[in-house]
C-alpha cells in the first residue's frame, strides 16, 4: 500500500484461522497510519500449520505549498501564487498555480496542493486591502499676478500635477 503522510491503510490477512501481525493486533485486519514506510508483518495459523508474509507501507511526505500574501489598496488586483505541487484548487474554484482577483475587504484565500503521488496539502494566503486615503487640498481665491499656498492633506506621500511632492506648493 502506497498512502500520503496522516491517511491509514487497510491491510487485511486470509486463508487462516488465526492471525498475530507485528503490531500485536490478532485481527483479520489491521488499520495503520505510519508516519514513514513500514513493514508489517502477519503470521497465520491453520490445522497447526503457520506461515508468515510482510507487506510494506510506503508513506509519501505532503506537499510543501507556498502562496505569497499581497496587499493591495481597494479597487486594485493582486496576484496570488502557489508552489510546491502539481495542480492547485484555491477557494475561488480556479485552478491554476497563479490566480488573479480583486477583493473589497481583507480575504483569506485556501489553495489545495496535490502532487505526483495525489498527496495534498492546504496553504492560506491572506490578501490585505488597504481603502484608499481621503486626499483633501484647501481652496482658494486669488487675483491674477498674486500667489496662493496650497496645502495638501490626508495622505502621507503627495505628488502635484506639477510633479512637485511636497505637501504643499506655492
Known amino acids: 500500500a502506497t498512502i500520503c503522510t496522516g ?6 490477512a486470509g486463508g487462516t484461522t488465526t492471525y498475530t501481525w507485528s503490531t500485536g493486533s490478532i485481527n483479520t485486519s489491521i488499520t495503520p497510519s505510519p508516519t514513514t514506510t513500514t513493514i508489517y508483518t502477519v503470521s497465520g495459523t491453520l490445522n ?15 506537499p510543501a505549498i507556498i502562496v505569497n ?12 501564487t ?10 475561488t474554484n480556479a485552478i ?11 480575504t483569506v484565500y485556501t489553495v489545495t496542493g496535490t502532487d505526483i503521488h ?16 481621503n486626499v483633501t487640498v484647501n481652496s482658494s481665491t486669488v487675483c491674477v499676478g498674486n500667489s496662493v499656498t496650497l496645502m495638501a ?18
Open 118 to 133: 495525489a498527496c495534498k496539502n492546504l496553504a492560506t494566503s491572506t490578501v490585505t486591502v488597504y481603502s484608499l486615503p
Open 153 to 170: 492633506g490626508g495622505a502621507t506621500t503627495y505628488v502635484w500635477n506639477t510633479s512637485a511632492t511636497s505637501p504643499s506648493i506655492t
Open 69 to 80: 500574501s499581497p496587499s493591495v489598496c481597494i479597487g486594485s488586483t493582486a496576484t496570488l
Open 82 to 91: 502557489a508552489n510546491g505541487a502539481s495542480t492547485y484548487t484555491w477557494s
Open 48 to 62: 497447526g500449520c503457520s506461515a508468515t508474509k510482510t507487506t510494506t507501507i510506503t508513506v509519501n511526505s505532503l
Open 7 to 12: 491517511n491509514t491503510a487497510t491491510l487485511t
Open 96 to 106: 491554476n498555480a497563479l490566480i488573479t482577483i480583486s477583493p473589497s475587504t481583507t
